[in-house]
T-cell receptor, first 112, second 117 residues
């Protein structure tokens, strides 16, 4: 049990719609990251938030955006959904000064 | 650019066999971290180990052991006396050290391990 919870666990959307995925990390973890894992692939880094500011981004378009809140929760927003956005979205948090990520169980997003 | 290669897509063993999962990495960083994660069917990535680039000592934790060799850029993972509960996808990952709280993991494509009774 990592203490990182994600909601919802499964989601079905249609192309062009917008989606918000949520993550609640452990108290004291001031860093949260989001990863996209396509079927049969390793997770790909989307972005990271540190003390409520985005401090790193992977190769994802601007329609992927996020927020980190003071209560250690976080959101991933995806606009104008495309079929290729279908994937498992993983949230991970990290305590201060520790190079270790704790992952949630993910949200399985299907775009039809 | 950083890259992690896990050439073994799937490995099938019978319970109690030993199995080694291979991981080869590429990085230009002099300071970096290597990780192994386990992903059971539930989807959650379970942290197994983190090693930094300055520590090449092999490590053993119960039935698990890791062999880090900088000379060959490899960080292999061995499970001794495998059990059915070890069945999962195993990912090797690499992270550079950036400070300021930033950390980005670069994952391999994973190795699916099937342990049959």
């Amino acid at each position: 049990e990592t203490g990182v919870t994600q909601s919802p666990t499964h989601l079905i959307k249609t192309r062009g719609q917008q989606v918000t995925l949520r993550c609640s990390s452990q108290s004291g973890h001031n860093t949260v990251s989001w990863y996209q894992q396509a079927l049969g692939q390793g997770p790909q880094f989307i972005f990271q938030y540190y003390r409520e500011e985005e401090n790193g981004r992977g190769n994802f378009p601007p329609r992927f955006s996020g927020l980190q809140f003071p209560n250690y929760s976080s959101e991933l927003n995806v606009n104008a959904l495309e079929l290729d956005d279908s994937a498992l979205y993983l949230c991970a948090s990290s305590p201060p000064d520790q190079e270790k990520l704790f992952f949630g169980s993910g949200t399985q997003l299907s775009v039809l | 650019a950083q890259k992690v290669t896990q050439a073994q897509t799937e490995i099938s063993v019978v319970e109690k066999e030993d199995v080694t999962l291979d991981c080869v990495y590429e990085t230009r960083d002099t300071t970096y971290y290597l990780f192994w994660y386990k992903q059971p069917p539930s989807g959650e990535l379970v942290f197994l180990i983190r090693r930094n680039s300055f520590d090449e000592q092999n490590e053993i934790s119960g039935r698990y052991s890791w062999n880090f060799q900088k000379s060959t850029s490899s960080f292999n993972f061995t499970i001794t006396a495998s059990q059915v509960v070890d069945s999962a996808v195993y990912f090797c990952a690499l992270s550079g050290f950036r400070g300021t709280g930033f950390q980005k993991l670069v994952f391999g494509t994973g190795t699916r391990l099937l342990v049959s009774p």
